[in-house]
């Protein structure tokens, strides 16, 4: 173990889904569209134009702040950070400075089976800025103004991380809390939740030259990443080496950083308060408001996925599939039992995964319960249900499909009597065998009754009679 | 026909609704004003001659078929060019937006539009609004009508310029820190700035956000009153728009008999004894009219001038980012790359004065600038304001001259940015507090114009033109006209 201690800080900005964008009324939803075409006056920074803050982002971030345990600002307000850049038209990013409105909250995660609280140093409001495209070989770049006031949340961590594995809970407890509030969409290959990771190694108390890495766009490479860095800056500094302050990327062949550029001349941003909009006030209505609808979060689900029992990767999985986690929700009320609870974690973790992949679910919390109560009353047996499972993903209900096709286990002893008479009638061979010792005679035998009952016979009632009559 | 020379509002609403005149006579009238001095005051940037001949066509028709019409409908008016008008060039007197088209018209414009008014011509002024006398537009030098070697002052000054002379009935101009009424002083007619908020901002190319507002400049404050009423108002899409409890700005009691009148100290302070006299002259009619007048002293005052010239050019800096030559406006061609495209744009599409507060601007907001600058002048400005709270508390009007002099000569402060910037002493500190102002001529020195302002609380705006209106029911100086 190095004597080197990692901290890592975590800026995470996260697109939101509103409707419109942050400060005009153009459509926030470019996926579709040509480029330039959800533009307008407004968002292309036209003289005389003026921003207009979009009351659905507020209440995302109140959202968002409630869901870090943050303070909301009763009084917050908006800056302009000033910076000449072709993707920034009005030459300066309206954002928050001073007046941030998520104040200082935390998350709380598991980290190899211990849990962890990290600390939200803040989170605001700003808009994102338009898309550079620089087409390969050509003398010019162009810009698609659609991006341009994106709303954005941006989300800084306290320097309270220091492991990879830390790092990697705490970006998808964030993820999942933004998808479980449903502001945003979370689609990371377009950008929706993007990190910038800062790094420092340290054998003191005080801070270690920081590192930034940038453009990492998944959790398991941001954890590779910070390895790889920790080992790479340990090394260094055993060598009585210096680490340089740069910003670095991550090349995923080669699973290493790599500089991208020096230490930057500080940008001075020239922040003053954006005189085009007035403090913003958030009431306590709007906040009571925000907090009636509030969802719950991934770790009140967590917590009570552990209560009952349920393991920590099945616990990931459930969390990271909010439908699928409503499923089981569904499901676990009918069930009651933790031991039939479990059993439908199993089958959502389980034969309900390879489907899912292969298209839209319409598994429903009460089907998927019917299935577990029909093979625990017998009714049907384990391989039945999974026989029939594809079907009630599609949407059939269980019922229904036992009942149509006749699956329904034969468990009456009187009827099942009859028939392995029937079978011991017509087989006075495997009656010899099995009396003279031959063992997989029963088997035959239990075969022969499960053919004539088209696999409907409880196995085990089978058995048990056929044994019975034989040793009669 | 009758006699279309220096109608106001009210008046050239009887003649259209009595049907002695039409809207077509009336704004052809201010057209061929137009032919007439445009050469020698040096107005407009814009003729819009075939649609406002359209819209009063189309007023005529109302008037013919018997409809009523509203106080504004078939009034010919000018704008100054800061305001966007669709499909009318809109130049803020700038190289910049040299050909820029806007693709929408400003909220007051809108406003404007729907209640009938004809607009003939986007007038003269300085560029981006930055300046006195209006010689820093890129494109003219307009001349003050009383005297055609001096400057209309600015920076609206073809608003004030235009009205003054006969050339529409009224004009609507921006003031950040006097634009309407050093002009409106300079050239004897009367200049509201409102207060901050009451007029939507949307559409007007922005000098300092934080201090600019949209007001008349009209003949009389009746006629001042009148417009205002039509283009006062909350608008989503300015969010620093305000909602007051009355816009009746047009009735009410003019009088101003039992009202208590405070004199600023710092203001008179500075006067010679030739504007001294003149200003003591036309206190001594509010006084004849039942005024009570005493002196207020507002100490912080003094520091109007550094403050406002910190804080307008720290927005300036930022506000004329927009302008990289890439979407709108001019683009130098010359220019082989990005770079070369901003500094080449910018640095030929920008004249000396936006330049100059550009980078004063970019300085105060610089990290560790921040503090010493852009800060403790936001701090004044709050003293500012508590001092004008204060002020309105004890009287129920401030009032004070407009300038510290009449009409500068052209060219008079060319080689000196600082004596230019003193010519707002008296107003800059109006537009700090966001509270409204009223200049309204108020005699002459060495036979040119003088105002003074009534000022009043915030949202007061019905208040200070009732004043100004009883006022110029006891003078006559605003029926004064210059010999053209």
Redesign the interface.
Known sequence: MTKYTPTIGIEIHVQLNTKTKMFCSCDNDSRTAEPNTNIC?VC??????????NGAAVRSAIKLGLALEAEIARDTKFD?K?Y?Y?DL????QISQFDQPIVGEGYVEVLVDGEWQRIGVERAHLEEDAAKLIHPAGKDY?L?DYNRGGTPLIEIVSKPDIHSPSAAKRYLQEIYNIAMSLGITNGDMEHGNFKFDLNISVSDTDELGTKVELKNLNSFRNAERALSYEIARQTELLEKGEKIDQETRGWDDAKSKTFSQRGKEM?H?Y???PE????PLKITDEMIDEVRAVMPALPREVRKRLESIGIVVDDQDLLIDQPQTLQIFDDAADALEQPALIKKAVNWLVGDYQPLLARGPSKLTGAHLAELILLVDSGDISGKIAKDIFAEVVNGASPKSIVADKGLKQMSDTGELEAIVKDVLDKNPQAIADYKAGKAQALGFLVGQVMAATRGQANPGLVNKLLVQYLQA | MSDLSYLSIDQAHDLLVQKKITAVELTQYHLERIRQLDEVLELTLEICESSALAQAEKVDAKIAAGEAIGLLEGIPYTAKDMFLTAGIKTTAASKILEKFEPPFSATVIKKLDQAGAILIAKVNHDEFAHGTTTENSAYRVTRNPWDTNRAPGGSSGGSAAAVAADVGIFSIGTDTGGSIRQPAAFCGVTGLKPTYGLVSRYGVVAMASSLDTIGPVTRSAQDAAIVLAAIAGRDVADSTTIQIDDYDFVKGNDSLAGKTVGVIKQYIDGLDDDNRQVFDAAVARMKEAGAKVREIDMPNISYSLPCYYIVVPSEISSNLSRYDGIRFGYSDETATDLQQTYLRSRGKGFGPEAKRRIMTGTYALSAGYYDAYYKKAMQVRTLIIEDFRRALDEVDFLVGPTSPTPAVKLGENAEDPVAMYLLDIMTVAINLAGVPSVSVPAGFVDNLPVGMQIIGRQGDDGDVLRAARAFQQVTDWHAKRPQL
């Open positions: 006056p292309l920074a036209y003289p005389g134009t003026l921003p207009v803050v302009r000033n000449f072709p038209p009005k030459g300066y770049s810009v500080a001075d020239r922040y003053f005189p085009d909009l007035p």
